[in-house]
């Protein structure tokens, strides 16, 4: 878009176009002298950066995170474990005590002393506790059934 032409008599004219060319001049030369002088001011200005930059950097002890334009970042997640559900059972009567642990080792044993068996063969284990008769019913691996006394 063209400015409108003014008219304008031929003295103006001289003198708009003198303005016009000094206010040029001056405006070429102040780019040259305001950058000298922005040069001298960031020499001046360096050490006291420095000193300023040395004092936050203990501060400025954050992690950045590098982001890639266009894509999120992938993150894995691990499965998701089921919580185990630890029990415990315990079995009290007449002044005694059997954890299912106790119970178990002497029914692994009944396994490899009494019925002549390989521990590694051993593939299950159901015990029956009846406190009345002092005595644990098993069925080992499905086959092998039996007693024994606690």
């Known amino acids: 878009m063209a400015p409108a032409k003014k008219t304008t008599t ?14 040029v001049q001056k405006a ?8 000298e002088e922005k040069a001298a001011e960031v020499k001046a200005a360096e050490p ?5 930059e040395t004092a ?8 950045t995170v590098k982001k890639t ?3 999120k970042p992938s993150v894995k997640k691990a499965p998701a474990k089921k919580a185990e559900l630890k029990t415990s059972v315990c079995v009290q009567f007449s002044g005694k005590s059997y954890s299912e642990e106790d119970l178990v080792k002497i029914a692994r044993d009944v396994w490899k002393y009494d019925l002549k068996q390989k521990l590694g063969d051993l593939t299950s284990i159901e015990l029956y506790v009846k406190p009345e008769e002092n005595m644990v019913y098993y069925v080992m691996n499905k086959d092998f059934a039996g007693n024994f006394y606690i």
């Not at 031929?10 to 206010?23: D, F, H, L, R």
């Not at 070429?28 to 950058?35: D, F, I, L, N, Y």
């Not at 006291?48 to 300023?52: D, F, H, I, L, S």
Request: charged content about 50%.
């Open 10 to 23: 031929k003295p103006e004219a001289k003198a708009v176009e003198a303005a016009v060319k000094t206010i």
């Open 28 to 35: 070429e030369e102040k780019p040259a002298v305001k950058a």
């Open 48 to 52: 006291v950066r420095k000193a300023e």
């Open 56 to 63: 936050k950097k203990p501060e400025a002890k954050k992690e």
């Open 69 to 71: 334009p266009g894509r």
